[in-house]
């Protein structure tokens, strides 16, 4: 059986912007085999700037981890009180497969790996409401029928 990995070396990581320098770090650093990824929380030191773009990230913590910045998923930041310092999860994938397979639908909109398909509410509650009719093994067939059906229109 696959084992995940973890280690305890921190990483840092201090890059310059216009306005003033930002600290990245790493820590709680898992090796993931099993979903193929790398995972971490990260700590950004940003005096002076009220916050640091996920893509900046993206492509400080990919620098950092020798990986392709689009193969790194950044998210649930959060900025301390006062300012100053945020903190976030960091998932470094191995490859472009790894990411499409792992990775809920949400985050891959965001990222750019795929379009949001846009459906109306009306759809949305429909397909809900068909779903209630049935009731046993068929449910959840049907449901999947009537996201579908919301989707086409």
């Not at 497969?97 to 009306?122: D, H, Q």
Request: a positive charge; hydrophobic letters at 35%.
């Amino acid at each position: 059986h696959s084992r995940i990995s973890t280690t305890r070396a921190r990483v840092e990581t201090t890059f310059t912007m216009s306005d003033g320098a930002v600290v990245v770090k790493t820590r709680k650093f898992k090796r993931n085999p099993l979903l193929s990824r790398r995972q971490m929380i990260i700590d950004i030191i940003h005096p002076g700037r009220a916050n640091v773009s996920k893509s900046e990230l993206q492509e400080v913590v990919g620098g950092m981890y020798k990986a392709d910045a689009k193969l790194t998923v950044i998210f649930g930041l959060r900025t301390k009180f006062g300012g100053g310092r945020s903190t976030g999860f960091c998932l470094v994938y191995d490859n472009e497969e790894a990411i499409r397979k792992f990775e809920p639908k949400y985050r891959l909109v965001r990222n750019g790996f795929e379009e949001r398909k846009e459906k109306s509410r009306k759809a949305i509650k429909e397909a809900k409401n068909k779903g209630k009719k049935i009731r046993g093994t068929g449910a959840s067939i049907a449901k999947h029928k009537a996201k579908r059906a919301a989707l086409n229109e």
